[in-house]
């Protein structure tokens, strides 16, 4: 194992004191956006070499963004799936070098940084052994499987020179960057409420996957997908469909409820939610799955607003994922783009005045202040309109977001979503999870960043 200060970072020292770092370049960067230099040739010397701790379905996502970036070199892969090594070789021109446990990834100086992509219950005994070994870390959200793990990975990050960033790539795009300017500015007036959703109704979209045919106790390392879960036979339901129990994953509230609340929590610059209700329920896709197809939660933040998140794999009305920001003065609509509705309320009591006797009624009516007010009111509703606000579209979210990534380990100083963002995101996960089990109200304690007792 590297010391507490890690290994030499030599090879990165030169973007960090060069002209390009100090200046526009890594600013565009960190904006997610191209420059020549970027698009450039890198000298071998000056590549950040990369091991991928798992190659499933979203590390491969992970890579193809990654060699698009020329700062990066993959040159390490490790799975339980000796089919997912082989494709990630594959893809990556064949450079990378398989290993058989990833403790060999770590214990291998040449290698500087590592994408762990494993299932969530192995999460918090790599990052702290990549930590160790002087690697810096991204990994996938949710950063726990359990809530306590949150400080131990914060301590273990500030006891080191490592970067780390987690992977809820939505707020490295310049859509969301944007949301949160427009809501600073106050344009949306008071904000009381945030609606936030994921809803699909596929197989595929409950996490019922397909598994590979040559998929047998030859190809897949049962023992090493287990690790610290509960032993169990030999599975590849388990196996390739792991989100669906709880023996390795926290279901909908980790998966998809994570995204939303690192989301949310960035755009409307907050740090967690004070209280948390949750409710779920399997209704249809019972077979290979003990965790829900259903959730809704109520969160209530202190700064004043409260937040629904919801998520079905039974229908898609509100297909795909979405944010809807409600304020007193307009509304702001999160996705690909961002459009805001102005709000135009007008005061109508008329079902009411009409109770008062007629004489009274009358002079309500005749009242100029009562006609300038709706006059007013009506030409405000007649000039209303939806307007898409501009903002440059920049790289796809897991591109921004890996570049991201690259401009923390450029500078050494940790991203936005360092581990302290990351273990709140997970946690309201875990609230979820706990208020859904205890059928109570969880609630957060703010002091020691941790549910409260």
Not at 218 to 236: E, I, Y
Request: hydrophobic share 40%.
């Amino acid at each position: 194992m590297a010391s507490k200060q890690g290994k030499d970072i030599s090879r990165r020292g030169f973007l960090r004191n060069s002209a390009w770092a100090a200046g526009a370049g890594l600013g565009a960067l960190a904006l997610g956006t191209r420059s020549s230099m970027v698009s450039g040739a890198v000298a071998p010397s000056d590549k950040i070499t990369v091991g991928y701790i798992a190659t499933g379905a979203r590390p491969q996502q992970i890579m193809d963004a990654m060699l698009t970036v020329p700062q990066f070199e993959i040159v390490a892969v490790c799975d339980a799936y000796k089919g997912r090594v082989a494709r990630a070789i594959e893809r990556c021109g064949g450079r990378p070098k398989a290993y058989d446990d990833y403790t060999k990834i770590l214990g291998d100086k040449s290698i500087d940084a590592v994408v762990i992509a494993t299932p969530d219950h192995w999460h918090i005994q790599m990052a702290i052994e990549a930590i160790q070994a002087g690697k810096d870390v991204y990994i996938e959200k949710p950063l726990t499987f359990t809530v306590d793990e949150g400080v131990k990975l914060i301590e273990a990050v500030k006891g080191s020179d490592r970067i780390l960033q987690v992977g809820s790539q939505g707020i490295s795009t310049n859509a969301q960057k944007k949301a949160k300017e427009v809501i600073a500015s106050g344009k949306l007036g008071q904000v009381t409420m945030v609606r936030a959703y994921y809803n699909r109704n596929t197989a595929g979209g409950a996490w019922i996957y397909p598994i590979p045919p040559d998929a047998n106790e030859q190809t897949v390392d049962w023992k090493q997908f287990l690790g610290s879960a509960p032993a169990q036979p030999f599975n590849l339901e388990r196996f390739f469909r792991w989100r669906c129990y709880k023996d390795y994953s926290g279901g909908i509230p980790t998966d998809l409820f994570v995204h939303l609340a690192t989301t949310i929590h960035f755009v409307m610059n907050v740090a967690a939610p004070s209280m948390v209700m949750g409710m779920g329920g399997l209704y249809r896709w019972k077979s290979s799955r003990d965790v829900a197809d259903t959730v809704n939660a109520s969160l209530a933040y202190r700064e004043g607003f409260m937040v629904n998140m919801s998520t079905t794999f039974n229908n898609t009305l509100s297909a795909g994922d979405g944010f809807q920001v409600l304020g007193t003065e307009g509304s702001l609509v999160i996705g690909e783009n961002l459009t805001f509705t102005p709000e135009t309320p007008m005061e109508d009591d008329r079902w009411v005045v009409r109770s008062w006797p007629s004489q009274l009624e009358q002079a309500y009516y005749a009242d100029p202040k009562l006609i300038a007010y709706e006059t007013a009111a009506k030409a405000r509703e007649a000039a209303a309109k939806s307007e898409q606000i501009p903002f440059e579209p920049g790289d796809e979210s897991t591109l921004a977001h890996v570049k991201s990534w690259l401009a923390a380990i450029q500078s050494r100083k940790q991203p936005y979503e360092c581990v302290e963002v990351g273990h709140r995101a997970a946690a309201v996960a875990h609230m979820v999870n706990r208020s859904i089990q205890t059928q109570s109200a969880v609630l957060w304690d703010f002091d020691k960043q941790l549910i409260k007792a």
